[in-house]
């Protein structure tokens, strides 16, 4: 799907998608930001276990890739990991232990504003790795960029409240093509128009509407 055609995705509200394109504008604007994705797929252990496999990525306000790491697991064909996490064989090769990948990703994220797609989900894989593998887990706070993207587009649900969207508007096979994907989105959300309408309005009736990202 393309932002071209957002608006056609359920009754877009001018309030919220103006608080949206403001929030993105803000975004980009500045450099206390990371962004981090997670992506986690099952794997036999044996006849009666399973075990999770977890890839990480942080990308910097820039685009730079702050890391790309697989959390090393008891057994793991290389074919399975390359192919559910788009990983390349580098990064595979490269792989570590939980512990030490989250103490490297808490000195990233440390006095950082953390966006995720879902931040709720994304700790929660998180911490599921964490009680895997018996170490600490990692404590994020930021935003769901999903969710400013539902504000966006006028996504309700049935009660009439925001929800996360399922899924990015990109095609993502990886944790950090999820990072770069949501990096493009939030661009994209910053560089549209402001609806021009009393709803999308501050109290003294400023729109930012001729504001443009640096």
Same mark, same amino acid.
């Given at each position: ?63 730079? =890739?702050? /890391?790309? !790491?697989?959390?090393? *697991?008891?057994? $793991?064909?290389?074919? +399975? &990991? ?8 580098? =990064?595979? /090769?490269? !792989?570590?232990?939980? *512990?030490?990948? $989250?103490?490297?990703? +808490? &000195? ?12 709720? !989900? ?9 009680? +895997? ?82």
């Amino acid at each position: 799907m393309s932002l071209k055609n957002a608006d056609q995705v359920g009754q877009v509200s001018a309030k919220n998608k103006n608080r949206a394109i403001l929030w993105a504008r803000y975004i980009v604007d500045s450099s206390d930001w990371l962004l981090l994705s997670v992506r986690q797929t099952e794997s036999d252990l044996d006849d009666r276990q399973k075990q999770n496999l977890v890839s990480i990525a942080i990308l910097a306000p820039s685009g730079k =890739v702050m /890391l790309q !790491a697989l959390i090393r *697991a008891a057994e $793991f064909s290389a074919r +399975e &990991a390359i192919e559910g996490h788009g990983i390349d064989y580098s =990064v595979l /090769l490269e !792989a570590r232990a939980c *512990a030490d990948v $989250f103490r490297e990703v +808490e &000195a990233l994220i440390e006095k950082k504003q953390v966006l995720t797609w879902d931040i709720d !989900a994304t700790q929660k894989v998180l911490d599921a790795a964490a009680r +895997e593998h018996k170490c600490q887990s990692v404590r994020l706070a930021g935003t769901s960029v999903g969710l400013e993207f539902a504000r966006f587009n006028g996504r309700v649900s049935r009660t009439s409240r925001l929800e996360v969207e399922s899924q990015l508007p990109f095609e993502a096979r990886s944790a950090l093509a999820e990072c770069q994907a949501m990096h493009t989105l939030i661009k994209e959300m910053a560089g549209t128009p402001q609806i021009l309408d009393a709803l999308g309005a501050s109290p003294s009736g400023w729109t930012a509407e001729f504001y443009r990202p640096k």
